[in-house]
């Protein structure tokens, strides 16, 4: 997924932090909702102006981001 075309970062708005394009829903806002177990149906009821592709796109930043900050697995030494 081309998460980019859902996200934006704009000094204007919320002061910079990630948002989903058009809204001034955060990233950090529905990463937290998951995290405290809303399904993305309970996100996209929360905030109607927010897609499925959206929510998802988010998903797909955070994995993406995640991925990026992991330290490289330890190869195993072997005797």
């Known amino acids: ?3 980019e075309e859902y996200i934006v970062r704009d000094a204007t ?3 910079g932090e990630p948002v989903v394009k058009g809204t001034r829903v955060t990233l950090r ?3 937290a909702s998951l995290a405290e177990g809303a399904s993305i149906q ?3 009821d929360d905030f109607p102006t927010l897609t499925e592709r959206a929510v998802c796109a988010v ?3 955070a994995a993406s ?3 990026e ?3 490289l697995p330890r190869i195993p030494h072997i005797a």
């Open 1 to 3: 997924m081309n998460y």
């Open 13 to 15: 708005i919320c002061g």
């Open 29 to 31: 806002t529905i990463l």
């Open 42 to 44: 309970d996100i996209l």
């Open 59 to 61: 998903i797909a930043f």
């Open 65 to 67: 981001s995640a991925e």
């Open 69 to 71: 900050d992991l330290p």
